[in-house]
């Protein structure tokens, strides 16, 4: 939307309204406010706003299992990569999962 001075957007995954228990108006004005407007809500001003709907989906798995798909261990890369051998955690994976 156009507030008048400067094009502006924000964009949330589609289930933070959800999750965060907004109905469409208080998701609407969360929007504007994350695009940086902090004006009135004038009845003109929502009038110019145009959304767009996205769908999305959430997938659950183990760290482990991640490394087994895509077949590299990006923590131990990155070690490797700055010279480090070991990671100074001892069990650095559930270290991470907590």
Do not use: M
């Not at 995954?13 to 004006?39: F, T």
């Not at 769908?55 to 990006?74: A, G, H, I, M, Q």
């Amino acid at each position: 939307y156009h507030d008048g001075i400067s094009n502006r957007n924000a964009t949330y995954l589609p289930e933070v309204a959800l999750e965060q228990g907004w109905n469409q108006d208080e998701a609407i004005e969360s929007l504007i406010r994350k695009s940086g407007y902090y004006g009135a809500l004038s009845d003109d001003l929502l009038g110019r706003v145009k959304t767009t709907r996205y769908k999305s989906s959430k997938y659950r798995l183990t760290y482990d299992d991640y490394v087994e798909l895509v077949k590299n261990d990006p923590v131990e890369s990155a070690l490797a990569s700055e010279g480090t051998k070991k990671c100074k955690h001892k069990d650095w994976r559930s270290f991470f999962q907590h």
